[in-house]
Nanobody
């Protein structure tokens, strides 16, 4: 499975961005898909995930109410709609996916930079 993230960029505080993550390869193995981020000088942190049913979702408290995760299984694509962006959202955002065991995120994309200016 290969994951390709896109959609990052530079935006002012209060603005919006939409990230996409497209999977290729043996995509039938994918169960949960998620977004993580790593800010400069910080550890990677969880942002949100969505299960294969496209209904079960979970968000980090820091993004709840501002970010929305969604998924189109027919297109093997996941999205992250980010609204009301804050400077502290600045990070490299990575998409990831679990395999059939759904125990851990086995597959990772290359990351896309999101920069929020104040």
């Amino acid at each position: 499975v290969q994951l390709q993230a896109s959609g990052g960029g530079l935006v002012q505080a209060g603005g919006s961005l939409r990230l996409s993550c497209t999977a290729s390869g043996r995509t039938f193995r994918i169960y949960t898909m998620g977004w993580f981020r790593r800010a400069p000088g910080k550890e990677r942190e969880f942002v949100a995930h969505i299960k294969r049913d496209t209904i079960t979702k979970y968000y980090a408290d820091s993004v709840k109410g501002r970010f929305t995760i969604s998924r189109d299984n027919a297109k093997d694509t996941m999205f992250l709609q980010m609204n009301s962006l804050k400077p502290e959202d600045t990070a490299v955002y990575y998409c990831a996916a679990t395999g059939p065991s759904n125990n851990e995120f086995d597959y990772w994309g290359q990351g896309t930079q999101v920069t929020v200016s104040s």
